[in-house]
């Protein structure tokens, strides 16, 4: 398949480390934060989303932190696994006043 | 999540020609949209395709080039036109906005991703 992120900043982990994958959005305004996952040859896969009135978020194995002050949004895989390899991105909108605005994305590439 | 998907997956064109890209989801959702995605790069907006009006496009796509269709709140058509090798992306169709019920009787706002149409212009 085509692949995709080619040209992205790339974060190498080792297998069961964890990993941190950080975001700095554009608008101050926007208020609806959402990191996807793209494996190659595939459409981009939610994750998970946050809100603005959280600063925080948890799912199976990941966590998205949010700092509106300066306007910086992270997500946390734990014990990263091999299956984890793939080119994450964070949108941005405000809720309810679509569309989504992406992030330059960035591969994250697990070490066995 | 609703089940997306898009046809073709794959083709290559010859420059001049013009491709069709179909969108299907399997339950209705309120809002669709289109995006580019050039080889090692982010997702850009091409445009929302409203049911039953003219889409709404963003800063440097034109209808002309990318004509956009949507008969109902399940479907979607994107024409890539007259194909210059510029035009070699993934098409990426997206929708948000699902009925109460399937979302535990509210409005979801996440937005979920076909598998993408692979164009290769020649």
């Known amino acids: 398949g085509e692949s995709v992120g080619l040209h992205l900043p790339t974060l190498s982990v080792q297998e069961g480390d964890n990993s941190i994958i950080n975001c700095a959005y554009s608008n101050s305004a926007s208020d609806y934060f959402i990191w996807y996952k793209q494996e190659s040859g595939k459409g981009p896969q939610f994750i998970i989303d946050?809100?603005?009135?959280?600063d925080k978020r948890q799912g199976q194995r990941v966590t998205v932190l949010l700092n509106k002050t300066v306007k910086h949004l992270s997500l946390q895989i734990a014990a990263t696994q091999p299956g984890d390899s793939a080119v994450y991105f964070c949108?941005?909108?405000?809720?309810?006043?679509?569309?989504?605005?992406f992030g330059k994305g960035t591969r994250l590439s697990v070490i066995a | 999540s609703a089940v997306i998907s898009q046809k073709p997956s794959r083709d290559i064109c010859q420059r001049g020609t013009s491709l069709t890209i179909q969108c299907q989801v399997d339950s209705q959702v309120t809002m669709m949209f289109w995006y580019r995605q050039q080889p090692g790069q982010s997702l850009t907006l091409i445009a929302t395709?409203?049911?039953?009006?003219?889409?709404?496009?963003e800063s440097g796509f034109v209808i002309d080039k990318f004509p956009i269709s949507r008969p109902n709140l399940t479907f979607s058509t994107l024409t890539v036109s007259n194909m210059s090798p510029e035009d070699s992306s993934i098409y990426l169709c997206?929708?948000?906005?699902?009925?109460?019920?399937?979302?535990?009787?509210?409005?979801?706002?996440?937005?979920?991703f076909g598998p993408g149409t692979r164009l290769t212009v020649l």
């Open positions: 949108a941005e909108n405000i809720a309810g006043n679509t569309p989504l605005v």
């Open positions: 395709a409203n049911q039953g009006s003219e889409a709404t496009y």
């Open positions: 997206s929708v948000e906005g699902f009925p109460p019920g399937l979302a535990g009787g509210f409005w979801m706002d996440e937005q979920f």
């Open positions: 946050i809100r603005s009135n959280m």
